[in-house]
């Protein structure tokens, strides 16, 4: 995981006058890139239901959940991401980032609450003979619909399976986006997967993450900025 300085921008953001009163300050801000790497091995089908997408993001949760464990901007934001009845240091902070759908709670990191937006650079390995790689271009294609879909938060319970509950430690459960349109790039690279015996329907997945700021916010600068 780490950060780069590579970009410039301007904001505009409020300074406390000696009256109390609020008055706009135009800073320059060189904006950093957060950039960590997550990766899934298994079924990654070109057609999918429900059930196959939310068993993807809970194999990406705890990647998730220990990138907000770990990162020091997102360490001490943990009020983002806790639910209600959870003793919390900023009441008002309080789950700006979580969405409620069939009683369970999900925590997002790329959100519009942050002004957030992400690239993924994508590498797919694939157990396929030579030259398959290109033939089944097509069911690349659907294959990554299914991921981008597991990687953002459900948008109702239709795509949650009716019989699960998250456990402990997956209250919240994490994804990386709030709504798949915060993609704004997408490089993906296929290749052959060289694990003997392995099993032609499964994949193994880099996804690199790119987490970029629309623009800089109070919230997104421990995080970019």
């Given at each position: ?148 879909d597991a990687l953002r938060r459900p948008v109702d319970t239709s795509e949650v399976p009716k019989a699960w509950s998250s456990l402990a430690d997956e209250s ?54």
């Amino acid at each position: 995981m780490k950060s780069e300085l590579t970009e410039h921008h301007l904001a505009l953001l409020l300074h406390r006058r000696q009256d109390g009163s609020y008055g706009p300050v135009l800073i320059c801000c060189t904006m950093r890139i957060m950039r960590f790497t997550l990766t899934y091995s298994g079924r990654l089908p070109s057609s999918s239901n429900a059930g196959v997408k939310h068993r993807i993001r809970l194999d990406l949760h705890p990647q998730l959940k220990e990138l907000w464990n770990t990162h020091p901007a997102l360490a001490e934001k943990q009020d983002w991401i806790t639910p209600p009845n959870v003793p919390v240091l900023r009441e008002e902070e309080r789950g700006v980032l979580l969405k409620e759908v069939g009683g369970n709670y999900f925590a997002t990191l790329v959100n519009p609450y942050l002004r957030l937006y992400t690239e993924l650079d994508i590498l797919v390995l694939r157990p396929e003979n030579p030259g398959a790689l290109i033939t089944h271009s097509g069911d690349i294609d659907n294959q990554l619909k299914t991921l981008f879909d597991a990687l953002r938060r459900p948008v109702d319970t239709s795509e949650v399976p009716k019989a699960w509950s998250s456990l402990a430690d997956e209250s919240p459960l994490h994804c990386l986006l709030d709504d798949d349109k915060l993609i704004t790039r997408v490089s993906v690279e296929t290749d052959r997967l060289l694990h003997p015996g392995a099993d032609p329907k499964d994949v193994q997945v880099t996804i690199r993450v790119a987490v970029k700021g629309f623009t800089a916010a109070w919230g997104n600068l421990g995080l970019i900025g």
